[in-house]
């Protein structure tokens, strides 16, 4: 099973600064299948990157997902007060498809 | 447009069973796996497993903690996803959502509680 680790836990930014968000893999996550999701309380996952680095539709272009092997990082550019969320990493390449823990992001 | 709702959630002592249905519209069902997660009060986000479509023999996966416990299928003549529960535990408590696709999901529904308790 691959453990996906995220950090940090929780990230206090202001609007307009960038947000660096990690993912962390056990062993290789084959063919990168690697996802972001966005949730906001009370609402359903959405989904951000798929394939670790292309934008799901209708995305904005400031949110964007970089890596591979075992590393991999969602970046949040000229964060807005709606970014407000928590965000998890899940892998597919293989069962489980594993989350990760979740990282909150709040705007000052 | 894609539409999702789960029902069948509800309050179920351990040790019962409960089904959890998924009524999906505005695609063709039969061409696509449908998933199940579930995300516990307050915390993270739990893949259950997926069943796959028709030309794939309908294959399923499932979470270990919920394997030989839960079923997923599926009635592609009514566009329904099933999610049989049985011998529920306590842990099993959460928001339920069904989601298109077994990988990278776009199309999520809005979640039905389960509530496992004496």
């Known amino acids: 099973e691959i453990v996906l680790t995220q950090s940090p836990g929780t990230l206090s930014l202001s609007p307009g600064e960038r947000a660096t968000l990690s993912c962390r893999a056990s062993q290789s996550v084959r063919n990168s299948y690697l996802a972001w999701y966005q949730q906001k309380p009370g609402q359903a996952p959405r989904l951000l990157i798929y394939?670790?680095?292309s934008r799901a539709t209708d995305i904005p272009d400031r949110f964007s997902g970089s890596g591979s092997g075992t590393d991999f990082t969602l970046t949040i550019s000229r964060l807005e007060p709606e970014d407000s969320a928590v965000y998890y990493c899940?892998?597919?390449?293989?069962?489980?498809?594993?989350f990760g823990q979740g990282t909150k992001l709040e705007i000052k | 447009e894609v539409q999702l709702v789960e029902s069948g959630g509800g309050l179920v002592k351990p040790g019962r069973s409960l089904r959890l249905s998924c009524t999906a519209s505005?695609?063709?069902?039969?061409?696509?796996?449908m998933s199940w997660f579930r995300q516990a009060p307050g915390k993270g986000l739990e893949w259950v497993g997926f069943i796959r479509s028709k030309p794939y023999g309908e294959a399923t996966d499932y979470a270990a903690s919920v394997k030989g416990r839960f079923t997923i299928s599926r009635d592609d003549s009514k566009s329904l996803a099933y999610l049989q529960m049985n011998s529920l535990q306590t842990e099993d408590t959460a928001v339920y959502y069904c989601?298109?696709?077994?990988?990278?999901?776009?199309?999520w529904g809005q979640g039905t509680l389960v509530t496992v308790s004496s």
């Open positions: 989601a298109r696709d077994r990988t990278a999901v776009s199309f």
């Open positions: 394939s670790a680095s």
């Open positions: 505005g695609f063709t069902f039969g061409d696509y796996a």
């Open positions: 899940q892998h597919y390449a293989s069962s489980p498809h594993t």
